[in-house]
């Protein structure tokens, strides 16, 4: 399982670069080991080697996941999130990627509500409004925001998530980024209660360097430094 170790390092590296270029610190990148469909030893000897933050896309994974692991990691939830899910990741998860629409949110307060919790989440943007790509229009982000921001007072709006198209050039994914940047430059200066845009989270495998030169604190990996994805488990 050493591989774990030498592709966390070339990770790690590869932000460094990132960050060199884009004049910033890599301190400030939060790297999120996205670990759907990895087992529990490989996600240890991640966690070993200095894996802070889990990601995972589908509520039972994460909670068979969290029985075992529990909280030495943050879990963040970054998948589509059914509302009728809520209720068995509510009190495990540090943050949820993919505020969509307003009946999530309301379930999402009301569940946080009854364990006297504030959750963390991100507000996932559909930039490239590719029909497969969840997540609400940039168009409707700032309505979206400030709805709840005046109604559901147990969640703290953290950010902006949103998954940019595959392309084979990770350039072509750069004006989706940049996009989403600026999104987040505009709400921040409407001050809103309880909403602050301390992070962007952009950039997986194939696309995390542009990502970071544009912007990026938190980036979502999971091939890199897992390999490739095996789902017929
Ligand atoms: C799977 C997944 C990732 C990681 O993708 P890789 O290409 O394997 O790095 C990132 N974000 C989300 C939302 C995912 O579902």
Redesign the pocket.
């Given at each position: 399982m050493s591989y774990i170790k030498e592709n966390l390092n070339d990770v790690l590296k590869d932000i460094e670069n990132a960050c060199i270029k884009a004049n910033r610190n890599k301190e400030d990148i939060v790297l999120i080991g996205?670990t759907?469909t990895v087992d529990i030893p490989i996600m240890e000897e991640a966690i070993k080697n200095g894996i802070k933050h889990v990601?995972e896309?589908k509520v039972q994974e994460l909670v068979k996941k969290y029985e075992i692991i529990g909280n030495k990691v943050k879990w963040h939830l970054?998948?589509t999130l059914q509302t009728n899910k809520v209720k068995y990741i509510i009190d495990k998860v540090d943050m949820i990627?993919s505020l969509d629409r307003l009946s999530l949110c309301k379930e999402i307060d009301k569940r946080a509500k009854s364990i006297n919790k504030v959750v963390d989440c991100l507000v996932q943007v559909n930039i490239s409004k590719e029909e497969s790509k969840h997540g609400i229009y940039k168009e409707d982000a700032v309505e979206f925001i400030k709805n709840i921001s005046n109604n559901f007072k147990n969640i703290k709006i953290k950010g902006l998530m949103t998954?940019a198209p595959y392309v084979d050039n990770p350039e072509d994914a750069r004006i989706y980024f940049r996009e989403l940047k600026d999104l987040s430059n505009e709400i921040k200066k409407l001050n809103l209660e309880n909403v602050y845009m301390d992070y962007l989270s952009m950039g997986?495998?194939?696309d995390f360097k542009i990502a970071i030169e544009e912007g990026s604190n938190m980036v979502?990996?999971?091939?890199?430094i897992f390999g490739k994805?095996n789902y017929m488990k």
């Open positions: 996205v759907k990601g896309n970054i998948g990627h998954m997986m495998s194939n979502r990996i999971g091939t890199s994805r």
